[in-house]
């Protein structure tokens, strides 16, 4: 399916816990193995008890720890991505093919974009009718026990994607298409809310930069897992508010 990323040559096991935020320790083949955890997160929601850890393995030799942490199975049956690197690649991966709506296949991506001295986005797009649209993503994981089927983000307090909305407004001032995107990472979703109880500050933000324009595009990812590959694609039929 145009538009899937495939992860190769997973391996998995029994996660045993996290730790210091970036290691995560997995039983695999008898053996207690640390895994690199890129995911700044609390994952707050996804460290479960029996939950399965998938694992990808480096092709440097030299490197510290040969694994790291791409997804979980979580006891429920759920899936869900952990590796924070994964999102950009999945929604410019779509970008490129032309899978959704309002971005058609001839756009061109350009990934980690300038827009101002101090930081970059995640995307800019230019469409062939040559208008651009600049886009931020965030990696959405967060189900909360007593809101079933509700994602919501930040997981934790989150100055930095404060800061994000603010330069996607900013953008939007100077007569640009700015556009944040939440791909909800977990197949038990289907609806998106800011996770206001956790940052409030960030869900306050993201009310006022809707106001001025910035649009908001949930994405949902579908899992499906085939002998050692993990195949992401991406759909829409995913519902938000802010509240």
């Given at each position: 399916?145009?538009?899937?990323?495939?992860?190769?040559?997973?391996?998995h096991?029994?996660?045993?816990?996290r730790?210091?935020?970036?290691?995560?320790?997995?039983?695999?083949?008898?053996?207690?193995?640390?895994?690199?955890?890129?995911?700044?997160?609390?994952?707050?929601?996804?460290?479960?008890?029996?939950?399965?850890a998938?694992l990808?393995?480096?092709?440097n030799?030299?490197?510290?720890?040969?694994?790291?942490?791409?997804?979980?199975?979580?006891?429920?049956?759920?899936?869900?991505?952990?590796?924070?690197?994964?999102?950009?690649?999945?929604?410019?991966?779509?970008?490129?093919?032309?899978?959704?709506?309002?971005?058609?296949?001839?756009?061109?991506?350009?990934?980690?974009?300038?827009c101002?001295?101090?930081?970059?986005?995640?995307?800019?797009?230019?469409?062939?009718?040559?208008?651009?649209?600049?886009?931020?993503?965030?990696?959405?994981?967060?189900?909360?026990?007593i809101?079933?089927?509700?994602?919501?983000?930040?997981?934790?307090?989150?100055?930095?994607?404060?800061?994000?909305?603010?330069?996607?407004?900013?953008l939007?001032?100077?007569g640009?298409?700015?556009?944040?995107?939440?791909?909800?990472?977990?197949?038990d979703?289907?609806?998106?809310?800011?996770a206001?109880?956790?940052?409030?500050?960030?869900?306050?933000?993201?009310?006022?930069?809707?106001?001025?324009?910035?649009?908001?595009?949930?994405?949902?990812?579908?899992?499906?897992w085939?002998?050692?590959?993990?195949?992401?694609?991406?759909?829409?039929?995913?519902?938000?508010?802010?509240?």
């Open positions: 399916m145009p538009g899937t990323l495939v992860i190769p040559d997973l391996v096991g029994p996660l045993l816990g730790r210091k935020r970036f290691f995560a320790d997995v039983k695999f083949n008898g053996d207690d193995v640390v895994a690199h955890c890129a995911n700044t997160g609390s994952m707050r929601s996804l460290l479960l008890p029996n939950t399965e998938f990808s393995k480096s092709a030799p030299n490197r510290k720890l040969a694994y790291t942490l791409e997804a979980l199975h979580l006891p429920t049956g759920a899936w869900a991505m952990v590796n924070t690197q994964r999102p950009n690649e999945q929604v410019a991966l779509a970008l490129a093919n032309g899978v959704l709506a309002g971005f058609p296949l001839g756009s061109k991506v350009e990934r980690e974009v300038r101002s001295e101090e930081s970059r986005l995640d995307a800019r797009v230019t469409l062939p009718t040559g208008k651009r649209v600049w886009i931020e993503v965030k990696n959405v994981t967060l189900m909360e026990e809101t079933p089927g509700i994602a919501s983000f930040p997981d934790a307090v989150s100055t930095r994607a404060t800061k994000h909305l603010h330069e996607l407004a900013s939007v001032a100077q640009e298409r700015a556009c944040i995107v939440y791909l909800l990472n977990r197949n979703v289907q609806h998106f809310v800011p206001k109880h956790i940052d409030p500050v960030y869900a306050k933000t993201l009310a006022e930069v809707v106001q001025v324009g910035v649009e908001v595009l949930p994405l949902r990812t579908n899992f499906h085939d002998n050692s590959n993990l195949s992401l694609s991406i759909s829409e039929d995913v519902t938000w508010s802010l509240a």
